[in-house]
């Protein structure tokens, strides 16, 4: 079992940036595929972004696109996910899922991933 764990969620005014990472103790996900997805109180979890194992391809959600960027290193075992220009709409948990499937660009659905981290909160006020 592969436990994720994310961290860097806070609160921030619009405009502001953050960077959200996600790690996984004890393990490694460096050959992993992984994503973050969120959750708005009241609405369903989406899709934010995903990265396949070798950090080559993204994939975006269209209402992060151009600001948010999905990225890892390896040597650290650690997933980011960089948020810039943050609106109030992007409040949520945000959580780290990761997949040893190898498959040609990253997964964007839920169903897809093997492991969940518990997520970290992320407020934007107005």
């Known amino acids: 079992q592969v436990q994720l764990v994310e961290s860097g969620g806070g609160l921030v005014q619009a405009g502001d940036s953050l960077r959200l990472s996600c790690t996984a103790p004890g393990r490694t996900i460096s050959n992993y595929a992984a994503g973050w997805f969120r959750q708005a109180p009241g609405k369903e979890r989406e899709f934010v972004a995903a990265?396949?194992?070798?950090?080559?391809?993204?994939s975006y959600a269209d209402s992060v696109k151009d600001r948010f960027t999905i990225s890892r290193n390896s040597a650290r075992n650690t997933v980011y996910l960089q948020m810039n220009s943050l609106k109030p709409e992007d409040t949520a948990t945000y959580y780290c899922?990761?997949?040893?499937?190898?498959?040609?660009?990253?997964?964007?659905?839920?169903?897809?991933?093997?492991?969940w981290g518990r997520g970290t909160q992320v407020t934007v006020s107005s």
């Open positions: 990265i396949n194992w070798s950090g080559d391809r993204m």
């Open positions: 899922a990761a997949t040893r499937r190898v498959v040609p660009t990253p997964p964007v659905g839920e169903a897809e991933y093997d492991y």
